[in-house]
Structure formats: C-alpha cells, structure tokens
C-alpha cells in the first residue's frame, strides 16, 4: 500500500527533509506566478510479506529483498499505463531504507510530480479518514476508466456529468487505496491538477490560506442535498493550474489522517517571510526556516488550523538543487 504527501518540487538525489524515508509526493506549480507554487505530493507505497509492526508510535521494519523493492515499483505502472505519467526517475537509498520513484506529466522544474516511496518492510498504510483524492485532467474519462478495467484496475466512480453541473467526472482507485478523480477537460499544461483535503472550519481554512499563502479563491459550492461544502484554492486558473480543493462535511470537525498522507510542498521565493507570514495566520511552525544541512536548501515546515503539513522551499535553491 502506498502513503501520501504533498509537498514541492524537492526531488533530489541528495538527501532532504522531504526525502526522508516517508511516503511518496506530488508537485504542483501555478504558470502565471513564479514566486508561489504548489509543488509535490508524496505517497507511500507498501508491498511484500513482510510484517510491520507498530511500536508507541514507531514502525518496525524487517529487512527487504531486490524483488519485494522491483515489485514495488512496478505499482508505477498504474500511473505510467493508466493516468500517462512518466516515470522521471528512481532512486533506491538503502542506508535509510527506503525507494523512491517520481512520476509527472512535465519536467520536475516546472511540473506536479508524484513521489512514490517505499519503505522497506512496510506492507500497508492507513489512509485514515482526512484525506480525499487527487484530481486528474482527462480529455475523455470513458475511455481512461476502459484502460483502468482493461488493467486489473478499480473504478469506483463509472463516467457521468457532476450532480447539478455537465462537467463529466469518474472515479479510481489506485493499487494503494489512494483515490482519483478523473476530470473530463481540453488540454491543459498541467494534467496533475487537484488535491482534495478535509476541514473541520471551511471559513478559518479559507482565511489561512489566502492570507498566510497567498492563494486566491477561486470558488466556493455548497451541496446540502449532500451535506458538504467545498471551495477551491489556487495561484491561477483551475483548467491551467493545480489547485487545492479544501472539503467540509456538516458537522465534521476533526479527521484522523493515518499515516500515509505527508504533506504538500510550496515554492517560495523567501521562507522566512513565508514563515512569519504563517505564524501571523494561525499557522503552527515545525521546522524553523533556514537551510538543510548538507545541501543548503533553505525551507520551512508548518502546520495548518486542521494540522495537515505544509513545507516552503526556495525558488532558487530548489532549481539549483535540480542541475
């Protein structure tokens, strides 16, 4: 099975915080504004018999196998074969016992990418209830869910148009559990286009984000006949960009958000203003801003009101990083 977070454009043969042998990530990245961006999602991918064992907190994992590490990587192949990712590259880092593997529509630099990574002996995540799905722009759902059935894959959603809307969606389930959305579109830059996350204050999460990231509302729905509200975040257009899709459910103030989804990642162009700007907002910093030992990135972590993680990193370290 495979965990998730989101955070930016951090891939890096070098070791970092975001490379920290957690589960997989995704990147995001607004075309009209070069200084903000969401960057990454990273997950994290289970396979093999070995068993995990759960101690106060703490993982253990027993010692992994060539094969068990090939077999996990071929979970890439849903994204490759079904969604059109391309594998960017993977790496394995057995000192800290884990693999990784990013796949994207689009170079790293510029594009959202998925970080799988796998754990060595884990053989399952929980998902918990917080978090939602990934969205995916689609030129034609039908004929993606075909390919999804044709490969053994699971489809929870068939094509149709949204409840009072003509948009056409459908919904899958990756080998992990993680849920897509397929969105029926025309061409985008930007195929990898929405992460869904539950709130427990639709408002207070609004606030934060425009105020504390600077990222617009792009619109908001209520849907009582379904008892939920959802507004969409963003640095641009949502046909062109990858946008945040904040959900809450009447009534619902708190989530458990297991321990496969990570975080999201940002770019910035300074983390310590980002950092100040957090902390002024309603935000809970966990790492200080500043650069990673080893490599100099500079970054910052923080926590939203609702507790899902957040990481900052810098415009110009993080392209540097990249040569």
Known sequence: MASV??????????PSLLHSPSPPSLKFSPVHNTSRRLALFQLGIAEGNTTKVATAGNITRESTSFTEIANCLMRCRFYTECLGMKLLRKR???????????????????????????????????IGTGFGHFGIAVEDAAKTVDLVKAKGGKVIREPGPVTNGSTVIAMIEDPNGYNFELLERGPTPEPLCQVMLRVGDLDRSINFYKKAFGMELLHKRDNPEYKYTNAIMGYGPEDKNAVLELTYNYGVTEYDKGNGYTQIALSTDNVYKSAEAIKLFGGKIIREPGPLPGINTKITACL????????????????????
Request: aromatic share 14%; net charge negative.
């Open 304 to 323: 939203d009101p609702d507790g899902w993680k957040l990481v900052f990193v810098d415009n110009k370290d993080f392209l540097r990083e990249l040569e």
């Open 5 to 14: 977070s989101v955070a930016l454009n951090l891939s890096t043969p070098r």
């Open 92 to 126: 394995d880092i057995p000192e800290d016992r884990y693999t990784n593997a990013f796949l994207g529509y689009g170079p790293e630099e510029s594009n959202v990418t998925v970080e799988l990574t796998y754990n060595y002996g884990v053989n399952k995540y929980d």
